[in-house]
């Protein structure tokens, strides 16, 4: 098969038009005046580093003290921005908004970093819930869920470092495989899928080994079970190839959400810290060339994988649609996904949606304090350090314009 991977952005397109990211008629079509400046006035906040490191330090302390109108304030703005809802019935209108769009919902349930037993048990019923609520909505084919949700850190980073657990630490260990198991388990009843994020490389190997596993047992006829790829990882595009040629082998199919990844800044500390070499690309263009790479493979095998190319990278969606396109292969294929954060790049997804392809938004869901680190990581992710303005704020003064507010 001829690569497609190696256009630019800029170049014309070959086969006629594909998709337009620049169009903000289509991206912003679902938000009315009003809800388009409060969108501004908050990307707007969101630009100042200082702001956000001055947010992120309040909005914990405030959330931790219950000081009065915190979660007032914060479900009138970020919240509003990136969450679905606090309850799985709350997300109900957002995810009947999008499908009016074409697009389609992962629901995400908000939680990280328990370590309560009981608690750990309420996130998986609550994964459990959002897949029946995602078997009965045709919009919602699948959801998303964290190893971190489900057991204790200290677990997973002792297992990961060959650290023999003991017998309390082996049963808690054992508890964390019957609630994955519950959950894809339930997901292969009900013919949805489970994404399984991908978290810091030191704990990162068991979550690895127990989502090959569940895909193992539960990827034979549909791929119910994916799991995450950072391609900032130096090794991961070698472990996605090896992971595929185990499945063939093995005779089960491969689910790949492929991401570049939201821990950077801290790996390249930690190991710094730790003296030992950063797992983490030297540069953004291998990241970038990685990334590109990955999804090229995974296209060329798409009936024995299932991708997600998950990502707000115009160039990595471009490269995808495109090589969709050329080779006449089914938009609606259920193994050619794209996927967004809700909340952000809207020219993507309602531009991909408005084409023909498959595409979704992740909407976390769950209480202002379960979703506050979440919060966090968007709002850093969507400062500038530079000075420049982000590329959402562009898009959005872009639309004010178009609409003349
Ligand atoms: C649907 C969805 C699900 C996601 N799930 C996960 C998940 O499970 N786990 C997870 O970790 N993240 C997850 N993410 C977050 C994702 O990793 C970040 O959104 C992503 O890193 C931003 O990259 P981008 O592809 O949008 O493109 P860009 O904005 O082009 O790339 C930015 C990214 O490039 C990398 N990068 C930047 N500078 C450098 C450098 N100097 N050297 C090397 N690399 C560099 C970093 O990863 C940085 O985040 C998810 C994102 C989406 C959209």
Same mark, same amino acid.
């Given at each position: 098969?001829?690569?497609?991977?190696?256009?630019?952005?800029?170049?014309?397109?070959?086969?006629?038009?594909?998709?337009?990211? !620049?169009?903000?008629?289509?991206?912003?079509?679902?938000?009315?005046?009003?809800?388009?400046?409060?969108?501004?006035? #908050?990307?707007?906040?969101?630009?100042? &580093?200082?702001?956000?490191?001055?947010?992120?330090?309040?909005?914990?302390?405030?959330?931790?003290?219950?000081?009065?109108?915190?979660?007032?304030?914060?479900?009138?703005?970020?919240?509003?921005?990136?969450?679905?809802?606090?309850?799985?019935?709350?997300?109900?209108?957002?995810?009947?908004?999008?499908?009016?769009? +074409?697009?389609?919902?992962?629901?995400?349930?908000?939680?990280?970093?328990?370590?309560?037993?009981?608690?750990?048990?309420?996130?998986?019923?609550?994964?459990?819930?959002?897949?029946?609520? $995602?078997?009965?909505?045709?919009?919602?084919?699948?959801?998303?869920?964290?190893?971190?949700?489900?057991?204790?850190?200290?677990?997973? @980073?002792?297992?990961?470092?060959?650290?023999?657990?003991?017998?309390?630490?082996?049963?808690?260990?054992?508890? #964390?495989?019957?609630?994955?198991?519950?959950?894809?388990?339930? $997901? =292969?009843?009900?013919?949805?899928?489970?994404?399984?994020? =991908?978290?810091?490389?030191?704990?990162? /190997? &068991?979550?690895?080994?127990?989502?090959?596993?569940?895909?193992?047992?539960?990827?034979? @006829?549909?791929?119910?079970?994916?799991?995450?790829?950072?391609?900032?990882?130096?090794?991961?595009?070698?472990?996605?190839?090896?992971?595929?040629?185990?499945?063939?082998?093995?005779?089960?199919?491969?689910?790949?959400?492929?991401?570049?990844?939201?821990?950077?800044?801290? @790996?390249?500390?930690?190991?710094?810290?730790?003296?030992? &070499?950063?797992?983490?690309?030297?540069?953004?263009?291998?990241?970038?060339?990685?990334?590109?790479?990955?999804?090229?493979?995974?296209?060329?095998?798409?009936?024995?994988?299932?991708?997600?190319?998950?990502?707000?990278?115009?160039?990595?969606?471009?490269?995808? $649609?495109?090589?969709?396109?050329?080779?006449?292969? /089914?938009?609606?294929?259920?193994?050619?996904?794209?996927?967004?954060?809700?909340?952000?790049? +809207?020219?993507?997804?309602?531009?991909? $949606?408005?084409?023909?392809?498959?595409?979704?938004?992740?909407? &976390?869901?769950?209480?202002?304090?379960?979703?506050?680190?979440?919060?966090?990581?968007?709002?850093?992710?969507? !400062? !500038?350090?530079?000075?420049?303005?982000?590329?959402?704020?562009?898009?959005?003064?872009?639309?004010?314009?178009?609409?003349?507010?």
């Amino acid at each position: 098969m001829e690569s497609t991977m190696n256009v630019k952005l800029d170049e014309p397109e070959p086969s006629g038009k594909i998709v337009d990211f !620049s169009n903000t008629q289509i991206a912003f079509s679902f938000k009315t005046d009003s809800e388009l400046k409060r969108t501004v006035f #908050l990307f707007k906040m969101m630009n100042s &580093p200082f702001l956000v490191k001055v947010f992120s330090f309040l909005a914990l302390w405030a959330i931790k003290l219950r000081l009065p109108f915190t979660e007032y304030l914060i479900k009138q703005t970020i919240f509003k921005q990136f969450v679905g809802g606090d309850t799985l019935l709350q997300c109900q209108k957002t995810i009947d908004l999008l499908y009016d769009f +074409d697009t389609l919902t992962i629901l995400d349930y908000g939680a990280e970093g328990k370590s309560d037993e009981d608690d750990l048990d309420q996130v998986m019923f609550e994964n459990m819930r959002a897949i029946e609520m $995602a078997a009965s909505n045709n919009s919602v084919p699948v959801i998303s869920t964290k190893i971190t949700g489900l057991v204790r850190n200290e677990i997973l @980073e002792k297992k990961h470092a060959g650290i023999v657990l003991n017998q309390h630490e082996t049963e808690l260990f054992e508890h #964390l495989i019957e609630r994955v198991d519950r959950i894809c388990s339930k $997901a =292969a009843e009900h013919g949805v899928g489970v994404f399984i994020d =991908a978290e810091e490389s030191w704990i990162q /190997d &068991p979550i690895d080994e127990i989502t090959m596993d569940m895909m193992e047992k539960y990827n034979n @006829e549909k791929v119910i079970v994916y799991n995450t790829y950072q391609m900032y990882q130096k090794a991961k595009l070698d472990q996605l190839k090896r992971d595929h040629t185990y499945a063939k082998t093995n005779g089960f199919m491969l689910g790949a959400k492929l991401v570049r990844g939201a821990y950077m800044e801290k @790996e390249n500390k930690r190991a710094q810290q730790m003296g030992y &070499p950063s797992p983490i690309h030297e540069t953004k263009q291998n990241t970038d060339d990685h990334y590109d790479e990955g999804i090229q493979y995974c296209l060329e095998h798409y009936e024995e994988i299932s991708l997600c190319n998950a990502s707000h990278n115009l160039l990595s969606n471009l490269k995808m $649609a495109r090589y969709i396109v050329e080779n006449e292969l /089914d938009k609606s294929h259920s193994h050619l996904n794209f996927c967004q954060l809700y909340g952000m790049s +809207d020219n993507i997804t309602f531009n991909l $949606a408005h084409e023909g392809f498959t595409v979704a938004k992740y909407v &976390p869901y769950g209480p202002v304090k379960e979703v506050i680190p979440y919060l966090i990581r968007r709002a850093q992710e969507n !400062s !500038s350090v530079t000075g420049e303005t982000s590329r959402e704020l562009t898009l959005l003064h872009k639309e004010m314009e178009r609409r003349k507010i």
